[in-house]
């Protein structure tokens, strides 16, 4: 049965025997297959994955296991990471090829290409210029950095990496993310007059010679389509109803929305802060959903809100279902492997660079 033909009759069968299949699969196939889940997946397919985690946490994993196949039930970009780390005879695999990145698409390598021969034009960018990408980020543009002195990083380790590009160039290129980049420059101290934002629309990206010979940090106009949605007034709003609560935002999201905040953090740091409060504790969050979901199971002695009061769900995580994930495993048990992520040699070799780099500060 071909690919297609398999998830069409998977949709025609019941959940609860799909999930039923992805126990009896996950038991027949046991350690030759290590499913990796990130937190913002949802809950029906997270508690699937032998290991669950932000994007820095999957990475790590996928880079220690032994494990002949991965699943990674993300988005492309970390399925790209996952085999850029991994060993050649070690198969990686999306259940949906669909489940990409708005961010990750808002910088692409010939955009990027183009940033750096521009900024050729101020100054040397090889000797002053690292750049650094979110690992949000593709293949390619992972491979860009490793191949021009600049390394990856996370939400997680974002100062971390910041001060070693620093401490090698005196200038970094950011992208794709912009209020990454600031919100973790700001907690650095790091004043405005020292940051630029880079528009690739626009010639030297809407700067002039001297703003770019003035800058320290040229962060790449780029987003995360969820996490822009939340707004101080979200913060405002949830002060006034309910007294004494915490708002805790992830740095995806906007300065202003960071700047009126009590917290921000990584997922994981926000994961870890609501777990350490006490008992009775109250929480709005700006970040995705299914993770707020989760947190509110996870812990029912704590009142927790979503910032928003729109829906700031993943689109793109949300596709991976139960029926792809039986296909994946299925893909395996039969040797008929689909949806394979397979960077080519040469990028591999300089991404896997840049992301070494990173972990090896971690």
């Given amino acids: 049965m071909n690919a297609q033909a398999l998830l069409t009759q998977l949709y025609d069968t019941p959940e609860t025997d799909i999930l039923e299949q992805i126990n009896a699969l996950k038991a027949e196939l046991g350690d ?67 489940a990409g990145c708005s961010m990750a698409d808002m910088a692409d390598d010939e955009q990027v290409v183009r940033c750096w021969t521009e900024l050729a034009e101020v100054l040397n960018p090889d000797e002053c210029v690292t750049p650094v990408t979110y690992i949000n980020s593709t293949a390619s543009l992972k491979s860009f950095c490793g191949e021009h002195g600049g390394i990856v990083c996370t939400s997680g380790n974002a100062q971390q990496i910041l001060e070693w590009s620093w401490s090698n160039r005196e200038k970094i290129l950011f992208f794709p993310d912009q209020h990454l980049g600031e919100n973790t420059a700001v907690a650095m101290g790091v004043p405005d007059s020292d940051m630029i934002i880079w528009d690739p629309a626009l010639p030297l990206g809407g700067n002039s010679p001297e703003a770019i010979g003035r800058a320290k940090l040229i962060l790449w106009k780029g987003f995360c389509s969820v996490h822009q949605l939340f707004k101080p007034e979200h913060a ?127």
């Fill in 32 to 98: 030759q297959v290590l499913i990796l889940g990130h937190h913002y997946q949802r809950e029906e397919v997270f508690a699937f994955a032998d290991v669950t985690g932000d994007s820095l946490k999957l990475s790590q994993q996928a880079a220690e296991t032994d494990a002949p196949y991965i699943i990674f039930c993300g988005v492309h970009f970390m399925a790209e990471t996952a085999d850029i780390l991994t060993a050649d005879h070690q198969v990686v695999l999306l259940p949906d090829l669909a």
């Fill in 236 to 362: 405002e709003t949830m002060r006034r109803n309910h007294a004494g609560i915490e708002i805790l935002a992830h740095p995806e999201c906007s300065r202003a929305v960071c700047e009126t905040s009590d917290f921000v953090g990584s997922t994981e740091m926000i994961i870890k802060h609501v777990a350490a409060a006490e008992p009775g504790a109250s929480f709005a969050i700006a970040t995705e959903l299914n993770l707020v979901n989760r947190l509110r199971i996870l812990f029912p002695d704590k009142p927790i809100w979503f910032l928003s009061p729109m829906v700031c769900m993943c689109s793109t995580m949300f596709r991976t279902d139960p029926q792809h994930l039986c296909a994946a495993l299925t893909s395996i048990r039969d040797g008929q492997i689909t949806n394979q992520i397979k960077v080519p040699h040469e990028q591999k070799r300089w991404a896997k660079l840049a992301l070494e780099r990173m972990l090896n500060l971690a």
